[in-house]
């Protein structure tokens, strides 16, 4: 209840002021709600192997919607128990791979997984990599958790 007081002026009581500043308060944080990624994974592909052939890769582009950056922590493919991000890198004509801890993914961009570039390697394939197969890669990011995505061997040369 409110009084009103000398001069036209309204006194508040203690609880309608207390629900009033709740109130506030609450569109307050609602406005300062933090920016969230937003990954979508698409063209998730791998070359199909030779015979005898105990390692491969898998391709995919990773995008950001959100308005926050993300990481990529690790990626599995179900081919195989040890699957890890590695980077090719060519200096002077000599090409070389390393392995890539993470991979950052900006706010409103994309990183795309490509032979000759940053890709899925995956090892001690526990069956060959044959065109026209599916498979599935389990995806970890630091802020967006969990993804599991699918994706087609394609015949070697085909892309």
Sequence with gaps: MSRILRGGHRRISCGAMTRMLASLLLMALAACTPAAPDIAVTDVWG??????????????????????????LSAKASLSQTSMLH?????????SMTMVETLDI??????????????????????????????FVDLKFE???????????????SR
């Design 47 to 72: 070359r199909a192997t030779a015979s005898g052939q105990t390692t491969g890769a898998a391709y995919m582009t990773i995008a950001n919607n959100g308005e926050a950056a993300d990481r990529l």
């Design 87 to 95: 980077a090719t890198r060519t200096d002077n004509g000599i090409s």
């Design 106 to 135: 900006p706010a409103k961009g994309r990183v795309a997984l490509t032979p000759g570039g940053t890709h899925l390697m995956i090892i001690d394939l526990a069956v060959p990599m044959n065109a026209g197969d599916r498979f």
């Design 143 to 157: 802020k967006s958790g969990n993804k599991t995505v699918g994706g087609k061997i394609v015949a070697a040369g």
